[in-house]
């Protein structure tokens, strides 16, 4: 009997080695698995090492991030304001989010890809988290989700897991309750610390894989890593994380403004898109393009 494709990556699916050119002389090459699953995430936990993730939405980033070795995709709820137009994540559905998941997941060789449940689609009971989730993986083709939330989350990812579902949980500043908190604020600082201890615990005991701070103090963010056995992800949290995630646009300078405190840099893609259509505009509006190369 022919065995399944899948079955067969699954069964060679060993540790290939990886970085630029040959390890420095007396050590042993440097390895990473050749696709990454979340108990790959665990592993970086134990053994002190950190992991990157980034938002991706499309094909194009997706093939990009996935070969410069981000290992894990985020197909964020983010993609509302990044992708939509819209002001914040909250208007994005389930039925918009799923396109870009596919096109992500289908062209990811090696990432972990995870994707945000949006807000509405899995608050109202754990029924609904379970539903949405299955759809995320069956229709999204995700490997894992995301869900916002604290403690009174737990029974809803422990259903979640339960039913075949790897949940990463949110906490700390979570965007899909913005109103609530009263806009874009630090959560966790002074007192406050306790209860976000007190959600990472109960949501890693729930079952969650991981666990996602955002703009969380340092210093709370470092005391949840050590409360938990779980991988633990910052953003706006200090670098006592596991791993770090940032969205795309920001870290590669594609979106304009004023951006967060946590965000570094590391590119200026609005000024060259702008200057490469500039430079195209002038070319058509004066005749130079196309030229005969560019002609039958």
């Known amino acids: ?51 990157a993730m980034l938002t991706a939405y499309d ?17 964020g709820d983010s993609a509302s304001n990044n992708v939509f137009g819209n002001e914040t994540s909250l208007p994005v559905t389930v039925d918009e989010l799923l396109p870009l998941c596919r096109a992500v997941a289908r062209t990811a060789k090696r990432a972990l890809v995870v994707a945000d449940l949006p807000f509405g ?18 229709e999204g083709l995700a490997h ?28 700390g500043f979570t965007p899909q309750s913005e109103h609530a908190l009263g806009g874009y604020r630090v959560q966790g600082r002074g007192d406050d610390a306790r209860r976000l201890i007190d959600d990472a615990v109960a ?24 409360a938990v056995d779980v991988p633990t992800v910052g953003i706006g949290a200090g670098k006592e994380t596991t791993g770090q995630v940032l969205v795309w646009q920001d870290m590669a300078g594609l979106r304009g403004g004023r951006m967060a405190k946590f965000v570094k840099q590391y590119a200026d893609l609005r000024s060259t898109l702008m200057e490469a259509a500039t430079a195209y505009g002038e070319d058509v509006r004066s005749g130079q393009f196309p030229g005969p190369e560019h002609s039958f």
Request: hydrophobic content about 45%; overall charge negative.
């Open 1 to 51: 009997m022919a065995s399944n494709s899948s079955e067969s990556r699954a069964s060679t699916e060993v540790p290939a080695p990886y970085g630029n050119g040959p390890a420095p002389q007396g050590q042993a090459p440097e390895r990473k698995p050749a696709k990454v699953r979340i108990h790959h995430l665990q592993q970086a936990k134990r053994e002190g090492t950190r992991f």
């Open 59 to 75: 094909q194009y980033t997706a093939e990009i991030f996935d070969a410069a070795g981000i290992e894990v995709l985020l197909v």
């Open 121 to 138: 689609s899995y608050e109202v009971s754990a029924e609904q988290a379970v539903a949405t989730g299955v759809r995320f993986l069956k």
């Open 144 to 171: 894992a989700v995301k869900i916002e939330g604290g403690a009174f989350y737990a029974p809803t990812v422990r259903a979640m897991v339960q039913a075949g579902v790897p949940v990463m949980a949110h906490i």
């Open 203 to 226: 949501l890693a005991d729930a079952g969650a894989f991981c666990v996602l701070m955002e703009m969380v103090p340092a210093e709370t963010a470092a005391a949840v890593d050590a």
